[in-house]
């Protein structure tokens, strides 16, 4: 028979490695908003730089363009859901027990 279930090492193991990377704090809020304003800026300035090229073929710089459209701004939502639902569930176990 298999066991599944966590210890309780294991489950505060990943919890910390969540947090670590999910976890909002001020200075993360900055540097999310300082990364999307760098995004817009390189895919403005590379599509300058190589205007004719992509004028010619029809293209356009995707990267940097990717990063703060879809990339970014899902980071950050996904790491508001953690905060709250983190900072919610340790308000309702401090209040029950």
């Avoid at 309780?8 to 490695?17: A, M, P, Y």
């Avoid at 809020?29 to 599509?47: D, E, K, M, Q």
């Avoid at 356009?60 to 990063?67: G, K, M, Q, R, Y």
């Avoid at 970014?72 to 308000?91: A, D, E, H, N």
Wanted: charged fraction near 20%; hydrophobic fraction near 45%.
């Amino acid at each position: 028979m298999k066991n599944t279930d966590c210890t309780d090492d294991q489950v505060t193991k990943w919890t910390h490695r969540y947090d670590k990377y999910l976890l909002l704090s001020w200075k993360r809020v900055l540097i999310i908003a300082g990364a999307w304003v760098l995004s817009v800026v390189l895919h403005n300035v590379v599509y300058g730089l190589f205007y004719e090229y992509f004028r010619r073929t029809g293209g356009d710089e995707a990267v940097f363009f990717i990063l703060a459209i879809f990339v970014i701004p899902l980071y950050f939502i996904i790491s508001l859901m953690y905060t709250v639902i983190r900072k919610l569930s340790k308000l309702v176990r401090n209040r029950t027990g």
